[in-house]
């Protein structure tokens, strides 16, 4: 079969519901059998051992939720498994069995086999979360051309064709993409026949299937109250049924200002069936979910500022994804931003239709449009420098800084921190605070055999991000071209907060002495341009950054345990930090911040090292949550 016997398709790999697209014709048409074009991202193994894949599965949980996998697509790249009856499934095998769905699809409506594909993945998806899409298409048997942002293939969908957003000149826009499982927010530059992203945010673990959450509860919390039963624990049929009627209230609400939830024969109390039944009002079940679409609206904010773009700047706001007809959402951007929102296309087909289009303009089809893509995160090594005007172990600056168009290459050059040195470590964090240990560790390597020199060695440190967001780090000796080069494996991902308070336990617990022996990070940063290969442009000397020390600083005079000082300092710094945080969280991270804090106290007057670094550990994950809401 030759690549012109193939079809090459789009596919939106969506949380709650899938599409696949192909260029049909003189157009992009999403496929499905007869007029079912949304497939669930739904999988179950039946009791008699089928696999069922889509509506099937969907039905299965009702009966047998242990046995149906839903919202798999927040398990990618994470390593945990899936058991579905006597089954055990990687997330990727999961999403390899919709692909084929999918793909199966497109052959049946066209006639040829669907052997190549753009596949479309939220804009804050991780590197192993990407890697992990790409595995579960090769899975299913699909060439993956690209992995590609859904919000950039949103503006594919309105920029081309009958949904472009201004057919005579440049267009300014916004697209705010919220899913079952992810949010997304992109400006983009339409102009011509180029699609350009300026800037992106949004949270990889936050959609409409934590709106479901809510109401989930809400349901749970009026039958305990009715009947005194709490369906949560041991019930999990009860709790599917619960989990399916949430859904479909919060479907209803979108068009009504009432739901009724009606569920027969819950649970049974004495042999009597107990019975939900109650009317949810939307403007109870927007006042539920007020918080969580407030805090998508800083990430609006947030991409307008890194873009340069104020409201009036912008010429449409677009609404992508299921989520995003509920009435409160469009409302809040409304006032938010000043323009009524636009959802002339599907919002449950439009990247779909977007990924179509670049299918067929990879697969060189009559397709023009040119797309530019932008890193949601900026990345750059620790080093020894100054911070606050004093010497520093952790201070950091981006060699890519977020909002880089990609793929996107860069350099700088560093030295090493003492003579005769023959190794060094270098750790790549993600984040934007001159202080690295306020951002997220991602990666590391060592570098050894490094020439023996009085004088300190220069190393050119390379980063690489390609247009699937995977991130590949170089370390380079400049006088003998010895090199060692990683990919970072997780490099865009949003970690867990035990991975997070593990990773900073580590880095809290090193004195500083232990960087200048073992010859690790860099010192004397400065910023250059890299043209490829392993030749390097002229370096400018970095400016000094601003900002208070996080850990204790190279240069004062050590203590008598300078260990436990340091421990204690840093301690102190994150009590204070704690308490001007305090009048703005939420009550159960006030109580959270109170109790770390009296815990780290109490460890103090013990002397318990141990004690204190981890209660510190775990204020300092606190803190970096809650301001990131």
């Known amino acids: 079969m030759t690549a012109a016997d193939s079809l090459v398709v789009g596919i939106d790999l969506g949380t709650t519901n899938s599409e696949i697209a192909a260029w049909v014709g003189d157009r992009v048409r999403v496929l499905g059998p007869g007029a079912m074009k949304i497939l669930p991202s739904c999988v179950g193994v039946s009791p008699e051992g089928e696999v069922l894949v889509g509506e099937p599965a969907r039905n299965q949980y009702l009966l047998h939720p242990e046995r149906t996998a839903r919202s798999v697509k927040r398990k990618m790249g994470s390593g945990e498994s899936v058991t579905l009856g006597e089954q055990t499934f990687t997330p990727q095998e999961i999403s390899a069995l919709i692909l084929r769905t999918l793909a199966g699809w497109a052959q049946q409506e066209l006639g040829r086999p669907a052997a190549r594909a753009v596949i479309t993945v939220p804009a804050y998806f ?38 472009r957003t ?27 026949n180029v699609t350009e992203v300026l800037a ?110 104020k409201a009036a700047d912008l010429d449409a706001l677009i609404l992508v994804g299921g989520a995003t007809r509920t009435p409160l959402i469009a409302r809040l951007l409304e006032e938010h931003v000043g323009l009524v ?53 952790y201070c950091y600056r981006p060699l890519i800084r977020r909002n880089t168009p990609l793929p996107a290459t860069r350099s700088e050059s560093y030295y090493t921190a003492s003579p005769y040195q023959s190794a060094v470590e270098i750790e790549i964090f993600q984040g934007d605070d001159p202080d690295a240990l306020k951002n997220v560790p991602v990666g590391e390597f060592r570098v050894e055999g490094l020439t023996r020199t009085p004088e ?67 010192a004397a940063a400065a910023e250059e341009g890299w043209s490829g290969g392993d030749e390097v442009g002229g370096a ?69 090292l141990r004690a204190v670094t981890a209660a510190s550990a775990d204020l300092d994950e606190l803190l970096f949550f809650v301001e990131g809401k």
């Open 126 to 163: 991780s590197d192993a979360q990407r890697q992990a899409t790409r595995e579960a298409g090769e899975l299913a048997g699909l060439e993956v051309l690209r992995i590609l942002n859904e919000p950039t293939a949103a503006s594919l969908a309105y920029g081309y064709g009958a949904g």
């Open 540 to 608: 400018e000397t970095a400016e000094d950054a601003d900002g208070e020390p996080f850990g204790e600083p190279f240069g004062e005079p050590p203590s008598e345990d300078p260990v436990w000082d340091k421990a204690t300092r840093q301690a102190r710094r994150l009590q204070d930090r704690s308490r001007q945080m305090l009048a703005k969280m939420h009550d159960d991270d006030q109580e959270e911040a109170i109790d770390l804090s009296e815990a780290i106290e109490s460890a103090i007057a013990r002397g318990d």
């Open 200 to 309: 992106s945010h949004g949270n990889n673990r936050l959609g409409g299937d934590d709106f479901d959450e809510l109401l989930v509860e809400k349901l749970a919390a009026s039958f305990e109250e009715r009947h005194g039963v709490d369906l949560r624990s041991g019930r999990p049929a009860a709790w599917a049924r619960l989990v399916m009627a949430a859904e479909e209230a919060k479907k209803k609400l979108s068009d009504a200002p009432y739901a009724p939830v009606r569920e027969e024969h819950l649970a049974e109390a004495s042999g009597v069936p107990l019975h939900l039944d109650l009317e949810i009002a939307r403007a109870d079940y927007e006042e539920m979910i007020r918080p969580l679409v407030e805090s998508t609206l800083d990430s609006v904010s947030r991409a307008m500022d890194d873009a340069g773009k």
């Open 456 to 522: 300190p060695s220069e190393i050119l440190c390379r980063m690489s991000l390609d247009l699937d967001g995977i991130l590949q780090v170089a370390a380079i000796e400049k006088s003998t071209g010895k090199s060692k080069q990683i990919t970072i494996s997780r490099a865009l991902e949003r970690r867990s907060p035990a991975e997070i308070a593990d990773a900073r336990r580590r880095l809290a617990e090193l004195h500083p002495l232990d960087f200048d022996e073992a010859g690790s990070f860099f």
């Open 341 to 393: 929102p636009r959802q002339e296309v599907h919002p449950d087909l439009c990247v779909a239709l977007g990924a179509g289009v670049l299918a067929t303009r990879l697969a060189g089809g009559a397709v023009d449009r040119v797309l530019v893509d932008v890193s949601p995160y900026s990345f750059g090594p620790s080093h020894i420098g100054d911070l606050g005007g004093r010497p520093y172990a």
């Open 166 to 192: 201004n057919p005579t000149g440049a267009s300014t826009v916004l697209i705010y993409d919220l899913g079952g499982g992810t949010f997304d927010v992109s400006l983009v530059h339409l102009e011509g």
